[in-house]
């Protein structure tokens, strides 16, 4: 019995020290970021030499840093919702009365996993520039390209959301009633998918932002977003290009922990893969 | 039922697929179309059959960036499977729910995370003049400038476990629940050691998301490129980076040439990712 007693107090021993070290290892990148951000200097002794806000005043005093982030804002938004009216029908009719046509959905959403982000913009480039569209070099190949690579987040939660509900009698009870299909979509299956639908657009609205690949290759310097302008600004002063990263973490940080609040406990599936 | 009507209902049948044709019209124009043509442009030359864009990909160049990128993806794969295996099996046993939850919350936030910022803050931290480094330094540890570089592949190595870490907690926490507490005890009474029961009843039915989990870390790193970019440059050589610097036309204008690469770089992540949703598929129906 004390055997057994002292045996279970050396796992939790050993279970503490796994949390601190991961904790440790997720935690002090971010937290030595911000507190590099508003350093004087940090680079030559072990605590910064004096605090300043200087860099975050240069950095966002720049018209750049407006137009990026507002072009951020613009992908991310539209893409959102370009995906959830593309998505959210689809599922719905899928789910309700052509469920064989749901393995064929899947694949194209899990398609996105499987094609790196230099392998789509590639692909994109080389069949688009031949077709007369006003795509190639635009923002709206970006969306679209960011549309392919968000799709599998949108999908997944909508997905779930309508396996939760029973859409076929919620239907049938809002036709009896006399409600077209928009009405019905809108006003009866939307309200009870809610959850799913928001956790969707959050989770693309979050790997959209922080979208650097296929806008490096797409569009480059045509249309700056906010990841292009922080590598850019690696390169040439990493004092205000730490302001701009801890912007970028605090982005990320906070539509998850939004997600995570409206999901509720119970947790979601891994979904992961994003802006790699 | 007249011939009439059957077959007005069996049009009708057809007609509610027109309803997914938006999706579907989508999927064609921005997944399915754009990669066949890669694959015809790959494999042909004029119109003609050739495989010889993949013969010119086997320069000692890109043959290395195979293996570059292959070994960087498996060692964070490996690393991150084995690492997170251990922090998932610290959080589901822990009996402190607050702990549970935060730390389960932690990794679904950072899990999403990576590219520049991420980049980014391990210059600061483990740079030439980071704090890490500058604390190390203090101990008598010089990582600099042989022991260790940020600015290369073990730098990568060590970023990318930021979310190849989170990824692999989430993927394998309903696995370990799955494992049942009477197992454990059975083994036990049975006169099996902790380790026996581990190494003969819970790595077996762990095995096919460990395994499932290697492959989805691993096309998880391969298809990487954000953060290498900004951490290395063009100075480690990997896929992605040589086929971006393919697209952008700095090295040379050889568009076919790009085409068999990325047809190499699909084929190692197929494999991966439809590896991990047939042991996906296996695990789901083992834990029921």
Known sequence: MTQFASASKDRGIWRGIVLALFLTFMIVPFLATVLFSISVRWDRTIFPEGLTLEWWERVTSRSAFETTLTNSLIVSLVTMFALALLVTPTAYWAHLRVPRGKPFIEFLTIIPFGIPGVVLALALIRFYSDVPLPLINTPNILVAACMVIALPFMYRPVANALDAVDIHTLTEAAQSLGAGWRQTLWRVILPNIMPGVIGGCLLVFSTVFAEFTLTNLLVGARFKTFPIYLVEFTRFDGRQASALAVISFVVAWLTSLLIIWIAGRGGRPAEALGAR | ?288
């Open chain 2, 1 to 288: 039922m007249t011939r009439g009507e059957r077959n007005a209902r069996q049009s009708k049948a057809w007609l509610v697929w027109l309803g997914l044709l938006p999706f579907f019209l989508f999927g064609l124009a921005f997944e399915i179309i754009p990669v066949l043509t890669l694959v015809r442009s790959s494999f042909t030359d004029k119109g003609a059959l050739t495989l010889n864009h993949f013969e010119r990909a086997l320069t000692p160049l890109f043959i290395e960036s195979f293996r570059n990128s292959i070994q960087l993806s498996a060692a964070t794969a490996f690393l991150g499977v084995v690492f997170g295996t251990l922090v998932a099996h610290a959080i589901v046993t822990t009996r402190n729910r607050f702990v549970r939850e935060a730390i389960t919350a932690l990794a679904d936030v950072t899990t999403n995370f990576g590219g520049a910022p991420l980049a980014f803050a391990f210059i600061v931290v483990l740079g030439s003049t980071g704090v890490v480094t500058l604390i190390l330094k203090m101990v008598g540890l010089n990582l600099y400038p042989t022991t260790f570089r940020v600015y290369s592949i073990q730098g990568l190595t060590v970023a990318y476990l930021y979310f190849q870490l989170p990824l692999m907690i989430l993927l394998i926490i309903p696995s370990l629940l799955g494992l049942r507490r009477e197992w454990r005890e059975a083994a036990i009474n049975l006169g099996a050691s902790s380790f026996q029961y581990w190494l003969r009843v819970a790595l077996p039915f762990l095995a096919p998301s460990l395994l499932g989990g290697f492959l989805l870390l691993f096309a998880n790193a391969f298809g990487a490129y954000a953060t290498a970019w900004t951490l290395t440059g063009p100075d480690v050589n990997l896929v992605t980076v040589q086929i971006a610097a393919l697209v952008r036309g700095e090295v040379q204008l050889d568009p076919a040439l790009a085409d068999a690469l990325a047809m190499l770089s699909l084929l190692v992540m197929t494999i991966c990712v439809a590896g991990y949703q047939w042991l996906g598929g296996r695990a789901r129906k083992g834990a029921r």
